[in-house]
């Protein structure tokens, strides 16, 4: 079982609000990446982080923003929710090595269920 | 174009009975090929990884089999349960010069019947 968590799980928010979600792990790895998926679709990237203080665009664009200022925590921050953020935000986490996307095994949290009026 | 394909969209089987997931994949220059299962509502669960040079691999009733040359992987699932019901993704990484990457697939939604 993974050591991997977000919150919340479900947030139901009016458009124009600034939402921070919440990822943490317990497992000491050095890259985490966020990850957003529609329903009945793949998953894409949209950050990742090498470790402290280092932060990356991924492949799909996005208005948020991230941080790493601590190894186990890499929030994600939207200023200005829209309806098109809408959708379920999955946190990973994987060990050092490989290159930055990461061939290890990467660690899933629960997800958050984003639904912006 | 780096893709990953899987079939069929959404299976549905009876509690017992086996099934078999396809994944074909353009994904190039390939290194590995993972099969994660993604419960409702939760996130995706590693369940088995093959490199290029393995062409099977099982975890429990889950087998996995690699055709590196026709770039196709299946997931067989033996003897079915209620708590197999989730989505199965295959998930392709490349060599990459400097940076491997991940190639998801959409997924096959499986649901067991009683």
């Known amino acids: 079982e993974a050591d991997i968590y977000q919150t919340p799980r479900y947030l139901v928010i009016g458009t124009g609000k600034k939402i921070t979600l919440e990822c943490s792990q317990t497992m000491g790895h050095d890259k985490m990446y966020w990850y957003q998926q529609d329903p009945g679709m793949e998953l894409h990237l949209i950050h990742y982080?090498?470790?402290?203080?280092?932060?990356e665009k991924g492949d799909l664009s996005s208005e948020s923003t991230v941080s790493r200022i601590r190894t186990e925590h890499f929030p994600l921050t939207l200023e200005s929710a829209r309806p098109s953020h809408t959708s379920q935000y999955l946190c990973a986490s994987s060990e050092s090595g490989g290159g930055a996307y990461s061939t290890d095994t990467q660690y899933f949290g629960p997800g958050t269920r984003l639904t912006v009026l | 174009k780096n893709q990953v394909e899987q079939s069929p969209q959404s299976l549905i089987i009876l509690e017992g009975k086996n099934c078999t997931l396809q994944c074909n994949y353009t994904v190039s220059p390939f290194s590995n090929l993972r099969w994660y299962k993604q419960d409702t509502g939760r996130g995706p669960v590693s369940l088995t990884i093959?490199?290029?040079?393995?062409n099977t691999k099982s975890n429990g009733r889950y087998t996995a089999t690699l055709d590196a040359d026709t770039k196709q992987s299946s997931l067989h699932i033996t003897a079915s349960q209620l708590s197999d019901s989730a989505s199965y993704i295959c998930v392709v990484s490349d060599r990459g010069s400097t940076l491997g990457r991940l190639y998801f697939g959409r997924g096959t939604q499986l649901t067991v019947w009683p």
């Open positions: 093959m490199t290029f040079s393995e």
């Open positions: 982080s090498y470790g402290v203080n280092s932060t």
